[in-house]
């Protein structure tokens, strides 16, 4: 479980995350949760796909996204009132539109800075960590401009480059940072060239990679030579001369075989290539791979190949993690003499480099492979030797971690947080005018703030967010509908317990609601496990279902408050409520109604032949729901 108030607590901001390719972003946080280090997960935006490798799993940290657009332009609204935006904000943004221009969206970066500064500062994060110079590091400026927290980030080629788009914006993000990480000594010169006041910062760490995990291939002493590349189908990476070398090897007799893992833009172009040159039926495009289907196709391969180039706008790879990982599984390298690839690829010794965008000369490379096995293994011996002195996981991460325990050091002044809350209430929306809701939610936050943490499943379009700012701020939110499709694709013996207990509940729920509470079922359960949470309130019938597969996978207790006229059927609410550890129950008459959910009957007046319905006035009180909170804090304490 991640502790809050850690003396050694970072969080790492993304733009999107979890993304395929990123696999050494988390080989590098697992690598700093094992040497001490609690992390939180920031991301911008939701996944690109629901697609996952198994590195995800292995890590303690939770990861956090934003609340839905309308409850961040609530909160920003608040802080405008109370003139902190303004004052913290106000002169940063308007800089920014007139330096870097209005594209750069100082507002927005601001608005997402505004959200997760306040997170931050709850949880006790002393430091924020970016991978890539995108709009992630550029709210991690904002951050630090509201909230004080520190940040440093790793540019890696493309981003700075070509991506980011200004040079002074780059400037100022190198200033401002507490330390910048280059990953290659080619980047780090070009970094300290365009950053000169900022070149005694900038400093090269190697990506790395746990060597172990990663088999020795066996590679074949005749027949086809097995060739594979993994990378985004995109431009630089040079795929495209790939198969023209691979048609040049047709031509002159060489048997193989090629593999390209990978998704991209340019997939139908290179599958036309192929078409074209005649070796389709020599070229398996496989598409994305989990982590370990990519290590056993590159133990199954004789060589990795990669004639990576420079695009048409000027952007390039720097230096591959896929090499990396080709030579910890004892391959030889084929490449380019580009950036940073020679200072992974000694050329004779662990592999052949050639000019870029050469298609005869890689065939060349490759064709001497196929002919020499003995080469090729004593090539890929010497790179798994190079890999494990200067690319294993445990030498690149520990300076990493010694940057960050200095940093650390120096970040005097910056609050902790506290305990994270051991009691979830859970709403299914927050709808227009509910005036009984907002009292509740009113009471309950101020009887047992420290305790109790609100998670929202869903903003309704209609729902009025001006006069819950305050409100808003302590209210968590499930994320985005492609992170639930990724953990229900993921968590198979979870997904198979959750489909056998949907038999037990009849035709009293619908099968659609039940799918829905479900996926957020699987996002809750690691919710709790991550966050220390004990106990789960069902607010209202929306969130009971979720509650009680909650309570069913991780053992947690759970309560449940039912109003008047809920959509999940009689006979499915009895079932529920057998399993409760406490029960409020307004949906039919002689039910214990605990929390006042029942609505007051009008009362109506007669005047002769009239007869009038008149309301009566409701007065709330915050008794009840403070001695429901008492309940439950015995619960969690017994």
Known sequence: MNTPGSSRRLAYLYSRYPVISQTFCDSEMLALEASGFDLDIASINPPPSTIRHERFEQLTADVFYPAPAKVLQALQKERQRDGSWDERFGAMIARHDAEYGESFKAATRARNALYFAELFARRGVQHVHVHFANRATHTALF??????????????????????????????????????????????????????????????????????????????QDGPLKIITIGRLIEFKGFHYLIEACAKLSERGVDYECCIIGEGPWRQQLLDLAEELGVSDKIEFAGVQTQEEVKRRLQASDVFALPCIVDSKGASDILPTVITESMACSLPIVSTRLVGVPEMVDDGETGILVKSGDADAFAGALRRLAEDRALARKMGRSGREKALQVFELQITSGQLAEKFDRALAEGVGVKKGGEQAPILYLLESLTPQDECLDFEIASVSACQQKDIQFMVAQVSPSASLADRGDQLSEVDFFPDGMVLEAEWEFSHEDKAKLMQWRKELGNAVATEDYLIQARRALHLNRLVRKRGVRHLHAMRSGMLLCAWMVQRLSGVTFSMAVEARPDIGRSALDKIASEAVLVSRADYEGAEDLLHLRPVRAEHLKLGPLKIRQSKTIQYSALPYQDWVEQLLKIIAS
């Not at 200033?175 to 060239?193: G, K, M, Q, T, Y």
Request: aromatic share 8%; glycine share 4%; charged share 25%.
């Open 143 to 220: 951050i630090k401009q509201w909230a004080g927290i520190p940040f440093s980030f790793t540019p890696h080629a493309q981003d700075f480059m070509i991506d980011l788009g200004s040079d002074d914006l780059l400037r100022e993000l190198c200033r401002e940072a507490e330390f910048v990480v280059a990953v290659s000594d080619h980047s780090r010169d070009i970094l300290r060239d365009t950053c000169p006041e900022s070149a005694d910062k900038i400093e090269r760490i190697y990506n790395g990679i746990t060597m172990v995990d990663f088999p020795q291939a066996a590679i074949s």
